[in-house]
């Protein structure tokens, strides 16, 4: 039984990265009869792999995979205690993350990892890259993550790439494990380089079709502004640049999007309140009126959440628009001019329903007006 660390940690070390929070382990020469004995616990389904109960990290057992169907898990593997760590590592999907290292700290680099790493190439280990097409999205999240050190795609990956697209196999990777890849790269700061080097690759059409037009965001609007901002906020960018563009009301498709999309909650909220004050902060028109400071308020639902109306206008504080930034400030001092107005019985009494709303609505927009003049 040898133990050895692969993937991810060493590749991050090797180009001075922080080490990330979890390490994988690749076990060869075992059995689940001897992991079981050792005390490890079996997690995967699907795949040979336990986790050690005293540091929770990964271990697997060395394997080695045939495509049996579609999609991502539409494999065969075999996991015995013959196959071998190079075998193992032929079945990764690129060569900078096939780079193991055993207890003593030496290096296994059978597919010249290291040397793609020092030219900086995303290249694939085997052809069997073409097998799952969730590769495709992977190397998209990778042209973001290691965007700072210039890598490029090797030309005949791309062209395995190219293979898996044409061959429709994008089409049966099922949302949800879609959207893990996706929000990794929008925990990202060129998460936008994600999206583009999909959109080359002709991918978006098949994996998200909402995103339709995306292409054209990247040369009409720049999204480098946002980041360092929130995964939150680089999404609900995306979705007012196409706001933009298309001619169909994205906040009336959000749902729907969000249904077929599967991303959480909190995505389509902020998105939608994004949406919203975007058409009222953003037009450019000179005069800024009391009643179009209360709709800021209302589409936040600030007086409920004064937390969504500070991510609003962080979100437009990323647009270096000195008009913006003014409007902000009143949206700002507004609300605080007028948050501790709410129902009282006396100020209120024999209205009921509607009418209450009506005289709060009322009496908010004329402080907010006094504010502004």
């Not at 080695?64 to 169907?69: I, L």
């Not at 097998?131 to 190397?139: E, K, Q």
């Not at 628009?321 to 400030?329: A, H």
Request: a negative charge.
């Amino acid at each position: 039984m040898q133990i050895y660390l692969v993937g991810g940690a060493i590749r991050d070390r090797l180009l001075g990265l922080p080490a990330p929070l979890e390490h994988d382990w690749v076990v060869v020469g075992s059995s689940p009869e001897e992991m079981r004995s050792k005390g490890f616990i079996k997690v995967g389904k699907s795949f040979p792999v336990y986790i050690d109960p005293k540091n929770s990290e990964e271990y697997a057992l060395a394997r080695t995979e045939s495509k049996s169907g579609h999609g991502y898990h539409g494999f065969d593997f075999n996991a015995g205690p013959e196959i071998t760590l190079e075998e193992d590592l032929m079945r990764r999907d690129l060569t900078i993350n096939a780079i193991a290292e055993d207890d003593q700290g030496k290096l296994i680099d059978p597919f010249n990892g290291m040397e793609d790493l020092k030219d900086r190439v995303l290249r694939h280990v085997s052809d069997a890259f073409r097998d799952d097409p969730l590769r495709v999205l992977r190397v998209a999240r990778f042209m973001s993550k290691l965007s700072s050190f210039g890598f490029s795609v090797a030309e005949e990956t791309k062209e395995l790439i190219k293979e898996i697209v044409n061959s429709g196999e994008l089409d049966y990777l099922v949302p949800e494990r879609i959207w893990l890849e996706t929000e990794k790269a929008l925990q990202t700061e060129c998460f936008d380089l994600y999206f583009k080097t999909l959109s080359d690759f002709k991918a978006i059409d098949h994996i998200y079709p909402d995103l339709k037009g995306i292409d054209h965001v990247f040369s009409d609007s720049p999204l480098v502004v946002y980041n360092k901002a929130t995964p939150e906020i680089k999404m609900a960018s995306i979705f007012c640049a196409l706001d933009d563009l298309n001619e169909k009301d994205m906040i009336d498709h959000l749902d729907e999007i969000q249904n077929r999309m599967k991303f959480p909650n909190s995505f389509s909220s902020f998105a939608k309140v994004v949406l919203r004050t975007s058409r009222i902060i953003g037009n450019s028109r000179q005069i800024f009126s009391a009643s179009d400071v209360h709709q800021i308020l209302e589409a936040t639902d600030a007086f409920r959440n004064p937390e969504n109306l500070s991510m609003a206008i962080e979100f437009h504080n990323l647009i270096d628009d000195p008009d913006l930034t003014k409007k902000t400030q009143l949206v700002k001092n507004a609300f605080e001019s007028c948050k501790d107005i709410g129902y009282d019985k006396d100020s209120f009494k024999g209205l009921e329903g509607d009418a209450i709303k009506v005289k709060l609505d009322a009496l908010r927009i004329e402080k907010i007006d006094s504010i502004l003049n």
